[in-house]
C-alpha cells in the first residue's frame, strides 16, 4: 500500500513535468512564452529557481535525452537503410542541434518536479496544495 502511494506519487510529478505544470499546485505556471519561466507560481508561489545554477541538472538531463535520441536514431537507420556517411552526419548533427531547444522546457520541467518529489519545499502553503 505504502510503495503504491509513492508510485503514484512519482507519476503524478512525471505526469506535471510532461504538462509542464508547476510540481505543487498542478497549474500550468512555469512558462511566461517560449523559454522564459516564472520565477515564481503564480497560484502556490512555489520558487522555481531555488538556488543560483539550479536548473544545470535540467542540461545534464537535456543533454542525455539528446545523446539517447541520436544514438537510437543513428543505429536504427545504419540498421534499416542503407544511408551514406555524409547523410548520417547532416542529419544527426541537425538533430542534435536542434533537440536541446526542443526539449529545454520539458528538461527543466523534469527536473524540478523530480527534485520537488525528492525534496519538497515545506512551508506553510504546500500542504494545502498537496491535499488537492
Ligand atoms: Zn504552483
Redesign the pocket.
Given at each position: 500500500m505504502q510503495e503504491s502511494k509513492g508510485l503514484q506519487r512519482v507519476l503524478k510529478y512525471l505526469w506535471r513535468a510532461w504538462r509542464l505544470q508547476?510540481p505543487?499546485?498542478g497549474?500550468r505556471?512555469l512558462y511566461r512564452r517560449g523559454l522564459a519561466m516564472h520565477e515564481r507560481?503564480r497560484?502556490?508561489n512555489?520558487k522555481f529557481e531555488r538556488e543560483q545554477g539550479y536548473f544545470l541538472g535540467a542540461m545534464y538531463l537535456n543533454y542525455g535525452f539528446t545523446v539517447m535520441i541520436v544514438l537510437a536514431g543513428y543505429f536504427t537507420l545504419e540498421i534499416l537503410a542503407n544511408v551514406s556517411l555524409s547523410l548520417h552526419l547532416w542529419l544527426w548533427t541537425s538533430i542534435s542541434l536542434l533537440l536541446p531547444v526542443l526539449l529545454y522546457r520539458h528538461s527543466r520541467a523534469l527536473w524540478l518536479c523530480m527534485d520537488y518529489c525528492i525534496n519538497p519545499v515545506d512551508d506553510a502553503n504546500a500542504r494545502a496544495?498537496e491535499e488537492s
Amino acid at each position: 500500500m505504502q510503495e503504491s502511494k509513492g508510485l503514484q506519487r512519482v507519476l503524478k510529478y512525471l505526469w506535471r513535468a510532461w504538462r509542464l505544470q508547476c510540481p505543487r499546485c498542478g497549474t500550468r505556471s512555469l512558462y511566461r512564452r517560449g523559454l522564459a519561466m516564472h520565477e515564481r507560481c503564480r497560484y502556490c508561489n512555489l520558487k522555481f529557481e531555488r538556488e543560483q545554477g539550479y536548473f544545470l541538472g535540467a542540461m545534464y538531463l537535456n543533454y542525455g535525452f539528446t545523446v539517447m535520441i541520436v544514438l537510437a536514431g543513428y543505429f536504427t537507420l545504419e540498421i534499416l537503410a542503407n544511408v551514406s556517411l555524409s547523410l548520417h552526419l547532416w542529419l544527426w548533427t541537425s538533430i542534435s542541434l536542434l533537440l536541446p531547444v526542443l526539449l529545454y522546457r520539458h528538461s527543466r520541467a523534469l527536473w524540478l518536479c523530480m527534485d520537488y518529489c525528492i525534496n519538497p519545499v515545506d512551508d506553510a502553503n504546500a500542504r494545502a496544495y498537496e491535499e488537492s
